[in-house]
């Protein structure tokens, strides 16, 4: 397992269209997190899965953002209507329930540009 | 609801030298875990150290170490004899032990090593 992964890497879109990012968790991880970050701040929380349920989701996540995590594997992340003020990097994380302390997996983040 | 701040954007510090970054907290919860990640340029976030609330001995990773004082709600981090390789971004977070399952993460502080 070559840790946590994220597609695409760079994503360039117009305003108002939609975007989808997907995010491969470290196999034996039962939660995943999505967070998003903005120049010269520290990652800001979106979503929380625990298998296949979203079990948190932050204010931050508008109508306009959706994601899944079917099966419990891998998950995405959807933008609709994209506006320039989801310009940033979306973070996806995933950690074990039982090792608290072992903290997060980071992926290295799908960076989103809207024009 | 819980909050981190880092109040130095940038540090520099001389190449074998010691820095100490700092970060405090607020929080109304008295368990509770504490971690300091480091994310290079354009690389993925990982983590440093971490210390638990409930012990009171610093945590210490090699020539990275904690001073984490309860009472004052603060989490300092000493970089020992710095190396090029610690030039990033460093973020502080914080994680309760019960209820919210995700990070609260500080603005962060940019450390510079120089050579």
């Known amino acids: 397992d070559t840790g946590v992964s994220q597609d695409p890497r760079h994503k360039i879109t117009k305003r108002g269209q939609n975007v989808t990012f997907r995010c491969d968790p470290i196999?034996?991880?039962?939660?995943l997190y999505w967070y998003r970050q903005t120049l010269g701040q520290g990652p800001e929380f979106l979503t929380y899965?625990?298998?296949?349920?979203?079990?948190?989701k932050s204010r931050l996540l508008s109508d306009r953002f959706s994601a899944e995590r079917p099966k419990g594997s891998f998950s995405t992340l959807e933008i609709q209507r994209t506006e320039q003020g989801d310009s940033a990097m979306y973070l996806c994380?995933?950690?074990?329930?039982?090792?608290?302390?072992?903290?997060?997996?980071f992926g290295s983040g799908t960076r989103l540009t809207v024009v | 609801a819980q909050t981190v701040t880092q109040s130095q954007p940038e540090m520099s510090v001389q190449e074998a030298e010691t820095v100490t970054l700092s970060c405090t907290y607020d929080?109304?919860?008295?368990?509770?875990?504490l971690f300091w990640y480091k994310q290079p340029p354009s690389r993925q976030m990982i983590l440093v150290i971490r210390?638990?609330?409930?012990?009171?001995q610093n945590a210490t990773e090699n020539r990275f170490s904690v001073n984490f004082q309860k009472a004052a709600k603060s989490f300092s981090l000493k970089i020992s004899d710095s190396q090029l390789g610690d030039a990033a971004m460093y973020f502080c977070?914080?994680?309760?032990?019960?209820?919210?399952?995700?990070?609260?993460f500080g603005t962060g502080t940019r450390l510079t090593v120089i050579p």
């Open positions: 994380a995933s950690s074990s329930r039982d090792r608290v302390l072992s903290g997060y997996t």
């Open positions: 196999s034996e991880h039962n939660r």
């Open positions: 899965f625990q298998n296949e349920a979203q079990l948190e």
């Open positions: 929080t109304s919860e008295s368990d509770y875990y």
């Open positions: 210390q638990e609330a409930y012990k009171q």
């Open positions: 977070a914080y994680r309760s032990e019960t209820g919210a399952n995700n990070l609260f």
